[in-house]
């Protein structure tokens, strides 16, 4: 899970070059831009130490920009964009020695120091220049976001001894929203399209396409929104090789493709007949995340999910048809094509994440870079059922549960197994089924998992994802309760060792269903979560600066809410041991929320144990620690249900045991 565990992602084609950027543990979590030749050459484009991530709405995503033998790229440590430049006849494979000479000249920043994060960038080649979105941290009170432009001519990084030049990070072209994202050129370089969306929307709650024509200086003109609003969520504009705009809108309630007329013509469904209750769109937590990417001239490859699962097909779009790819691949949030080829990151519940180039017509698959190359018997993965199930509320949530597997050995015939129950974060994301090596972890050691779908979930249309609204807190939780209440009747559960984990908002979760709904849940562990949404509110950053409005309501209007869906605030509820785990330089979810309620725990003389690791943000990314926490939460399991674990573990300190 560790030394295997390689974060694929941010996939893109140029020419023969295959791309992407591996997260790996080993190296401190940092993230590495991987490039693939044409005869199968591996080489990490980026230099030692240099990490390839921006912090543009603290998530990042998109922070590099392919163009030839050259690439642009934001490094997390000063967030500055660099130009790397390389050669074509270098080659410098993953195994080879040091004495090799290296085939990318040293980074060469393009942008000045200071606060300026960048990200989601289009290379303007008849302009030498790249456009993207930019976040301004420089002056007082909350960061500005716009679209900016950056010229890439050879006496940028000269002109970049000046620092008093602000103007060398970028000249804004796009201002006057609180947010900015995807802006994407028209063939020709005429057009430019892009989406932006004010507080308190969120991506997925209802966002602006804008299309503008691009001047001979790159300036703006005739800006236009042509789609989109407060309760309409457009996601992934994008332009095909005859200037059509395709985007995906959930105006139909469900994310589905469309066509428009950038000139002012009418908006279009592509498919006559889109499979039902499918979504191709997902939730823009990160940037440059894709479901769809052009094939030819009329033919694009596209990604959907119906009820949980996500498939990969082919749209002929003149025809308005589609066919499904024959693959049990299962495609993640990136995706790019070159005509008979798409190249995309994608698992299947038997097999761990890969960098995959799939055959758009026979849907065979070469596998290019696993983010695993451990070999596991059949006999040891527990696959996923899709299970569905009634709510307190008469509603429908889903999940999927994996039974305890393992080859060389089985439970008493009457012995029920302990169920981990996982609450996803965001919380407007979804758990997929595709292999998890941490999921694996639990059901090989004897217990049972199930993975929840709550109400909020994306995948299942626009209303599911609003069940959420106003309510977190309570429908989460009640979907949380009922799916285990489901097992503990279907026999597939223990009611005594019932355990709920999550991280992020997921964490929230967790702690919310240990205080409100006690004595469901006999263990809780929880990773970053958040155990007080007033403090929340007043100490995050700007993304998620309203979120809680939508998920809550109006802050300070509605002060009472916040604190009664505050789990620090019902402390006397909680009832059951309890682990937290908390990365220090965490800027979406601040140590103090598992501090104040590991304190709590603490005084109140429940049994809980609380570990942090320095140098961990929002999501743990170095081997260290991730081998660490699952173990302690192994061992924390065997102190309160009273079993010790065959794995050898360091002991973890717990209070009130």
Same mark, same amino acid.
């Given at each position: =899970?560790?030394?295997?565990?390689?974060?694929?992602?941010?996939?893109? &084609?140029?020419?023969?070059?295959?791309?992407?950027?591996?997260?790996?543990?080993?190296?401190?979590? %940092?993230?590495?831009?991987?490039?693939?030749?044409?005869?199968?050459?591996?080489?990490?484009?980026?230099?030692?130490?240099?990490?390839?991530?921006?912090?543009?709405?603290?998530?990042?995503?998109?922070?590099?920009? !392919?163009?030839?033998?050259?690439?642009?790229?934001?490094?997390?440590?000063?967030?500055?964009?660099?130009?790397?430049?390389?050669?074509?006849?270098?080659?410098?494979?993953?195994?080879?020695?040091?004495?090799?000479?290296?085939?990318?000249?040293?980074?060469?920043?393009?942008?000045?120091?200071?606060?300026?994060?960048?990200?989601?960038?289009?290379?303007?080649?008849?302009?030498?220049?790249? !456009?993207?979105?930019?976040?301004?941290?420089?002056?007082?009170?909350?960061?500005?976001?716009?679209?900016?432009?950056?010229?890439?001519?050879?006496?940028?990084?000269? %002109?970049?001894?000046?620092?008093?030049?602000?103007?060398?990070?970028?000249?804004?072209?796009?201002?006057?929203?609180?947010?900015?994202?995807?802006?994407?050129?028209?063939?020709?370089?005429?057009?430019?399209?892009?989406?932006?969306?004010?507080?308190?929307?969120?991506?997925?709650?209802?966002?602006?396409?804008?299309?503008?024509?691009?001047?001979?200086?790159?300036?703006?003109?005739?800006?236009?929104?042509?789609?989109?609003?407060?309760?309409?969520? &457009?996601?992934?504009?994008?332009?095909?090789?005859?200037?059509?705009?395709?985007?995906?809108?959930?105006?139909?309630?469900?994310?589905?493709?469309?066509?428009?007329?950038?000139?002012?013509?009418?908006?279009?469904?592509?498919?006559?007949?889109?499979?039902?209750?499918?979504?191709?769109?997902?939730?823009?937590?990160?940037?440059?995340?894709?479901?769809?990417?052009?094939?030819?001239?009329?033919?694009?490859?596209?990604?959907?999910?119906?009820?949980?699962?996500?498939?990969?097909?082919?749209?002929?779009?003149?025809?308005?048809?589609?066919?499904?790819?024959?693959?049990?691949?299962?495609?993640?949030?990136?995706?790019?094509?070159?005509?008979?080829?798409?190249?995309?990151?994608?698992?299947?519940?038997? =097999? +761990?994440?890969?960098?995959?180039?799939?055959?758009?017509?026979?849907?065979?698959?070469?596998?290019?870079?696993?983010?695993?190359?451990?070999?596991?018997?059949?006999?040891?993965?527990?696959?996923?059922?899709?299970?569905?199930?009634?709510? +307190?509320?008469?509603?429908?949530?889903?999940?999927?549960?994996?039974?305890?597997?393992?080859?060389?050995?089985?439970?008493?015939?009457?012995?029920?197994?302990?169920?981990?129950?996982?609450?996803?974060?965001?919380?407007?994301?979804?758990?997929?089924?595709?292999?998890?090596?941490?999921?694996?972890?639990?059901?090989?050691?004897?217990?049972?998992?199930?993975?929840?779908?709550?109400?909020?979930?994306?995948?299942?249309?626009?209303?599911?994802?609003?069940?959420?609204?106003?309510?977190?807190?309570?429908?989460?939780?009640?979907?949380?309760?009922?799916?285990?209440?489901?097992?503990?009747?279907?026999?597939?559960?223990?009611?005594?060792?019932?355990?709920?984990?999550?991280?992020?908002?997921?964490?929230?979760?967790?702690?919310?269903?240990?205080?409100?709904?006690?004595?469901?849940?006999?263990?809780?562990?929880?990773?970053?979560?958040?155990?007080? &949404?007033?403090?929340?509110?007043?100490?995050?950053?700007?993304?998620?600066?309203?979120?809680?409005?939508?998920?809550?309501?109006?802050?300070?209007?509605?002060?009472?809410?916040?604190?009664?869906?505050?789990?620090?605030?019902? !402390?006397?509820?909680?009832?059951?041991?309890?682990?937290?785990?908390?990365?220090?330089?965490?800027?979406?979810?601040?140590?103090?929320?598992?501090?104040?309620? +590991?304190?709590?725990?603490?005084?109140?003389?429940?049994?809980?144990?609380?570990?942090?690791?320095?140098?961990?943000?929002?999501?743990?990314?170095?081997?260290?620690?991730?081998?660490?926490?699952?173990?302690?939460?192994?061992?924390?399991?065997?102190?309160?249900?009273?079993?010790?674990?065959?794995?050898? &573990?360091?002991?973890?300190?717990?209070?009130?045991?």
């Amino acid at each position: =899970m560790a030394a295997q565990g390689l974060r694929l992602g941010a996939v893109a &084609i140029d020419g023969d070059d295959c791309w992407w950027v591996e997260g790996r543990p080993g190296e401190g979590g %940092r993230n590495v831009l991987v490039r693939r030749r044409p005869d199968g050459t591996l080489v990490d484009v980026t230099p030692s130490g240099f990490n390839v991530r921006t912090r543009v709405h603290e998530y990042g995503g998109a922070a590099y920009v !392919v163009a030839g033998d050259e690439v642009y790229c934001s490094n997390f440590s000063d967030q500055r964009i660099y130009r790397i430049r390389g050669s074509r006849s270098a080659g410098f494979d993953h195994g080879g020695s040091a004495e090799q000479e290296p085939p990318y000249a040293a980074p060469v920043a393009m942008t000045p120091p200071g606060e300026w994060f960048y990200a989601d960038g289009i290379l303007d080649r008849r302009r030498r220049r790249l !456009v993207c979105v930019r976040e301004d941290h420089t002056r007082a009170g909350e960061p500005v976001n716009t679209l900016v432009s950056i010229p890439l001519d050879a006496d940028a990084s000269a %002109r970049l001894r000046d620092p008093a030049s602000a103007r060398q990070a970028g000249e804004v072209i796009a201002s006057g929203h609180d947010f900015y994202s995807t802006p994407r050129l028209s063939p020709d370089g005429s057009m430019l399209s892009w989406l932006a969306w004010r507080h308190p929307q969120m991506p997925w709650d209802g966002t602006e396409l804008w299309v503008a024509t691009v001047a001979g200086s790159g300036t703006l003109a005739d800006p236009t929104c042509i789609a989109g609003g407060e309760s309409e969520s &457009i996601y992934q504009p994008g332009w095909g090789p005859d200037g059509t705009l395709y985007f995906a809108s959930d105006r139909t309630g469900w994310w589905n493709l469309f066509r428009a007329d950038p000139s002012g013509g009418a908006i279009r469904p592509v498919l006559e007949s889109p499979p039902p209750r499918a979504e191709f769109g997902r939730p823009q937590w990160v940037l440059g995340a894709a479901t769809w990417a052009c094939a030819g001239p009329s033919r694009m490859v596209a990604a959907y999910t119906q009820r949980g699962r996500w498939r990969l097909c082919t749209i002929d779009t003149q025809a308005g048809s589609w066919r499904d790819i024959a693959t049990d691949l299962e495609p993640h949030d990136w995706l790019a094509a070159d005509g008979p080829h798409a190249l995309l990151v994608a698992g299947s519940p038997t =097999m +761990a994440d890969a960098v995959v180039r799939l055959n758009l017509e026979s849907g065979s698959s070469e596998v290019l870079r696993r983010s695993s190359t451990l070999a596991l018997d059949d006999r040891d993965v527990s696959v996923p059922e899709a299970i569905e199930c009634s709510t +307190a509320a008469g509603e429908t949530t889903h999940a999927f549960y994996y039974p305890p597997r393992n080859g060389d050995y089985s439970a008493a015939p009457a012995e029920r197994p302990p169920l981990v129950a996982i609450s996803h974060g965001g919380p407007t994301t979804a758990t997929i089924a595709t292999l998890d090596l941490k999921i694996q972890f639990w059901t090989s050691r004897g217990f049972a998992v199930v993975d929840v779908n709550y109400g909020g979930s994306s995948g299942y249309g626009r209303a599911y994802r609003e069940r959420l609204t106003g309510h977190w807190g309570l429908v989460d939780v009640d979907d949380m309760v009922s799916v285990a209440r489901h097992l503990v009747a279907e026999g597939k559960a223990d009611p005594q060792r019932l355990i709920v984990r999550g991280g992020s908002a997921g964490g929230y979760t967790t702690l919310a269903a240990l205080t409100f709904q006690p004595g469901v849940f006999t263990a809780g562990a929880s990773y970053y979560g958040v155990s007080d &949404i007033e403090v929340l509110a007043r100490d995050t950053h700007k993304f998620e600066s309203r979120y809680l409005e939508r998920l809550i309501g109006p802050y300070p209007q509605r002060r009472d809410l916040y604190r009664e869906r505050s789990p620090i605030h019902h !402390v006397e509820r909680l009832a059951c041991p309890l682990i937290l785990f908390q990365g220090l330089e965490d800027r979406v979810v601040p140590p103090n929320q598992s501090e104040m309620m +590991a304190a709590a725990a603490r005084a109140k003389g429940l049994p809980v144990a609380y570990l942090t690791f320095a140098g961990e943000q929002h999501g743990f990314r170095k081997a260290e620690t991730i081998v660490r926490s699952l173990e302690a939460e192994l061992y924390f399991y065997g102190a309160v249900f009273d079993f010790t674990p065959a794995d050898p &573990i360091p002991a973890v300190p717990i209070d009130n045991l």
